[in-house]
């Protein structure tokens, strides 16, 4: 280092006393960088070798081709997982969308306390899932939560039992999961709101288009690229969904609320089956690459066409 | 019939006031550019007249009826915006036809109307094309069509030229008069470039600090500025002010610039008898860059000799089509334009002929113009 020092004081090394400047600047990059990429890389090759082997309890070289994979896909467990997922998924994406844009346009219309509300919206963002999780399995739960609540102000028919109801439980995972994240929703398609051309509402206001018909024609249209963007981040938050389902359900009641990634830990730290766990988590690995890898190409030919533009 | 009569229009911001009492008149088929520095009110003002800003005060005609509190849509009236505002997701074909959709015209009505303006604007090829997919003078014709579909009663131009490189700003300049020769609209266009007043208007109101300084055809206005800052404004180079004494004279006063010097200039003023209260006063006196070219010059006309003065010389701008000089009249700077193959040289003295008809004289202190 001392020696990089006098160099770089030397007149005639300018690249070396760059080099010597900037160093800081490459340690706090590369350094990190390489090391968790190293770790996912690493991590994600190590988890795919055992998904191919007979490990139990600890790892153990063998190679047992897909007789992992198949038991995995072969078990209820499983199944259930991926169609909780699919319903979660698809429920939770749209529903948030929605909730996200709805909160989204009404903040726009220049009302007052917009940062507050803005805050209060966004701040689910900032607690983490098993919180969210612990709060609304009390919220839900039939003998102290909301049904309680109501029965206490005397509407003693009322019923609300979906967090102890077999079909309906995995709607408290959406509800859960929505009021978590359509703040983020929120706040990105606000900030597509405010970013189109005040002259365009206005000319659609000439054209004579009332509000409905200038939201849907001309302003939401310039943000289906922040939607994309919203539907991959939270599927991908969906997929991986772990410690909000931990949280709130547990997988419960039975297995009606299992998702893929409860699978792996059940697998893999319960019943003490790190192959057939490995090879779930693969399986989530493969979901993951299904939703992130159409985005990718997508994100690569925009920005093709952008260049050509 | 007046197309648009503005009464008595002020607008207040809190506290700030950027339009005071404006009163304006456009006749049907006028073509009216408001042009003033930036920030000189005359977008908001565009913006009141179309609906999309309240007035404080007064009150907004468009066609014989008070339209205050009528709402952009229902005015009769077609915008074009400076960046365009066209809407992005939208084919030159949707962008176009959306208006009529929204009023719900029948299809063939808007197939025949998209037609028509398709034509006159010469953009059929680009009908079926994102605005994404448009240069800057093609866009500009879309967002001209989308306002001449509607046929208005009124037509209101936000800087629409101003995003154009200088080229295509001339061009699109010539064309937007000619659109207007053509189908004999109503326009109220803004500007802040004195040369796009001049060339487009039949009348220009030049505002300033949210009033209007002067509403006149645009010779009037070049001629006649109503004081210094319409002279100062309008005109590149701007008309070149000094100030000045009047002395008594038989046969009209005569103006001294830098009496009492040894290079003082007199000029003997005819038929300016607005100008004789002002006898034995300072004025300020107003001078156009053309009215002072190199000495051999005969101006057309004229009636006598023009004046002959020689000037020192400080700086020489040729541009190809003139060479501009600035010179010291009687100490004081002025600009000249003379002819392009004349270069005289700096820090030495040339003879320059003065056109003393045209000359303007201002009141220095209230700044209007005398005569």
């Known amino acids: 280092m001392t020696d990089a020092v006098s160099t770089a004081t030397r007149p005639g090394w300018p690249a070396t006393s760059d080099m010597v400047r900037r160093l800081p600047e490459y340690l706090m990059i590369w350094v990190p960088l390489l090391l968790s990429a190293a770790h996912l890389i690493s991590f994600s090759i190590w988890t795919i070798w055992i998904s191919f082997t007979p490990s139990t309890l600890v790892p153990v070289t063998g190679w047992v081709g897909l007789r992992n994979y198949n038991s995995v896909l072969a078990s209820r467990n499983w199944q259930i997982a991926f169609d909780n997922l699919l319903l979660f998924g698809i429920a939770f994406v749209l529903l948030s969308l929605i909730t996200g844009l709805v909160l989204a346009i009404l903040l726009d219309q220049r009302i007052r306390g917009e940062n507050v509300l803005r805050t209060i919206f966004l701040y689910p963002l900032a607690v983490s899932f098993v919180v969210t999780g612990t709060v609304w399995s009390w919220l839900l739960n039939p003998g102290i939560g909301i049904e309680k609540l109501v029965h206490d102000l005397g509407w003693s028919s009322f019923h609300f039992d979906w967090l102890v109801n077999r079909d309906m439980a995995i709607w408290t995972i959406v509800i859960a999961a929505i009021w978590q994240s359509s703040g983020f929703a929120m706040a990105l398609f606000l900030a597509g709101l405010r970013s189109v051309d005040t002259d365009i509402i206005r000319a659609a206001q000439i054209d004579g288009a009332g509000p409905i018909r200038t939201y849907w024609r001309v302003i939401l249209p310039t943000l289906w690229p922040i939607t994309i963007t919203v539907v991959v981040v939270q599927l991908q938050f969906a997929i991986s969904a772990f410690d909000l389902v931990r949280a709130l359900t547990n997988g419960g009641p039975g297995i009606a609320t299992q998702l893929p990634a409860l699978v792996v830990y059940d697998l893999m730290f319960q019943r003490s089956q790190l192959g057939r766990g490995a090879a779930a988590a693969v399986l989530m690995l493969l979901i993951l690459l299904a939703v992130l890898l159409p985005y990718a190409a997508w994100r690569y030919v925009q920005r093709r066409q952008a260049a050509h533009a | ?371």
Do not use: W
């Open chain 2, 1 to 371: 019939m007046a197309a648009l009569s503005i009464r008595a229009l002020s607008k207040r911001y809190a506290n700030l006031e950027v339009l005071k009492g404006i009163d304006l008149d456009i006749e049907s088929g006028e073509f009216t550019v408001l042009v003033g520095p930036s920030g000189c009110g005359k977008s908001t003002l565009l913006n009141i007249v179309a609906g999309l800003d309240r007035a404080s005060d007064g009150t907004i005609e468009i066609g014989g009826r008070v339209v205050n509190d009528v709402p952009p849509k229902d005015r009769d009236i077609a915008m074009v915006f400076q960046s365009y505002a066209l809407y992005p997701s939208m084919t030159v074909r949707q962008n176009i036809t959306f208006g009529m959709e929204c009023r719900h015209v029948a299809k063939a009505e808007q197939e025949k109307a998209l037609a028509n303006v398709a034509k006159l604007l010469q953009i059929e090829p680009l009908l079926g094309r994102k605005p994404s997919q448009l240069s800057g003078g093609q866009r500009q014709r879309v967002a001209m069509g989308r306002a001449l579909v509607r046929d208005p009663l009124l037509f209101l131009f936000d800087e629409p030229l101003s995003n154009l490189d200088a080229k295509l700003r001339v061009e699109m300049r010539m064309e937007i008069k000619r659109l207007h020769q053509r189908i004999g609209a109503t326009i109220v266009y803004v500007t802040h470039d004195q040369i796009e007043a001049m060339t487009m208007a039949t009348r220009i109101a030049v505002m300033h600090r949210g009033v209007v300084q002067q509403f006149a055809d645009p010779d009037t206005v070049y001629r006649y500025p109503a004081n210094l800052f319409v002279a100062r404004f309008m005109g590149s180079p701007p008309m070149n002010s000094m100030p000045a004494r009047l002395e008594a004279n038989a046969g009209g006063p005569v103006a001294v610039i830098g009496a009492g010097r040894p290079d003082e200039v007199r000029i003997h003023l005819q038929d300016y008898d607005a100008a004789t209260s002002y006898v034995g006063r300072e004025v300020v006196l107003g001078i156009r860059p053309e009215c002072i070219a190199e000495g051999d010059r005969v101006f057309s006309a004229a009636t006598g000799a023009p004046v002959i003065v020689t000037a020192p010389v400080e700086l020489v701008e040729p541009t190809g089509a003139e060479t501009i000089v600035l010179l010291r009249l009687g100490g004081e700077p002025a600009q000249a334009r003379i002819s392009p193959d004349i270069r005289p040289t700096p820090g030495g003295t040339a003879s320059f002929a003065l056109d003393t008809r045209r000359i303007c004289l201002f009141d220095p202190e209230t700044e209007r113009l005398i005569a």
